[in-house]
């Protein structure tokens, strides 16, 4: 069946560290994969998308890459700062609506 | 209003009690989802509608659960007989359709989410 794998325990990185957050899945073939940040009590928010043709995908101070081939995604925060601080969920679709989330990683950003 | 929106943000009900949870999209959005989120897991996929028809309800876990979209803007999710198993929170989330064409995130906008506790 399919399965996606996130971190499950939660990351705690210093201020100003680079975070990496990983996003593992099997049995799927997904051509299309977000990164969402959720806070306590609220629902997700819509970060970044990456395409199964793209490598490598930035934003201010996110970067996300996409290897098919291991089938992992990797999420990266430079500069992290304690706002920073959340749960972060990966979300992979196939081509058509349907979106399956990742079990999420919580990170801490200690000042 | 600017994002999606769900009522009631909290319920309390007791075990075997009819539910009824809310969802009001953002406008001109085709496309809405219902997702159910257990503590410190993903959101986990329940039905799917493309205007007011459900294109897709393989996630709805049983029988008590249904989901109506009548005018293809707001959207109900049902419960019957509810269960102790059932607490979650259930998230709302739309999207424009297609979300993929020219150049698009397919980014889905999430309401605050109804938190559930069957008691």
């Known amino acids: 069946s399919q399965k996606i794998e996130q971190n499950s325990e939660a990351l705690n990185i210093q201020e100003g560290k680079t975070a990496t957050l990983t996003c593992n899945y099997t049995n799927y073939s997904p051509a299309y994969l977000q990164w969402y940040r959720q806070d306590p009590g609220r629902g997700p928010v819509f970060l970044l998308l990456i395409r199964e043709n793209e490598k490598e995908k930035r934003k201010e101070r996110l970067k996300v890459t996409f290897d098919t081939t291991l089938k992992q995604s990797l999420f990266h925060i430079t500069a992290s700062q304690p706002a920073d601080s959340a749960t972060y969920l990966c979300a992979l679709s196939s081509g058509t609506y349907k979106y399956i989330f990742g079990t999420g990683t919580r990170l801490k950003v200690l000042a | 209003g600017a994002g999606v929106s769900q009522t009631p943000s909290n319920k309390v009900t007791e075990k075997g009690k009819y539910v009824e949870l809310r969802c009001d999209p953002i406008s001109g959005h085709t496309a809405l989802y219902w997702y159910r989120q257990s503590l410190g897991q993903g959101p986990e996929f329940l039905i799917y509608?493309?205007?007011?028809?459900?294109a897709d309800d393989s996630g709805l876990p049983n029988d008590r659960f249904f989901a109506v979209r009548p005018e293809g803007s707001v959207s109900t999710l049902k419960i019957q007989r509810t269960e102790r198993g059932d607490s979650a929170v259930y998230l709302c989330?739309?999207?424009?359709?297609?979300?993929w064409g020219q150049g698009g995130t397919g980014e889905l906008f999430f309401g605050e989410g109804s938190r559930l506790t069957v008691l």
């Open positions: 989330a739309s999207s424009l359709t297609p979300g």
């Open positions: 509608f493309q205007g007011t028809g459900a």
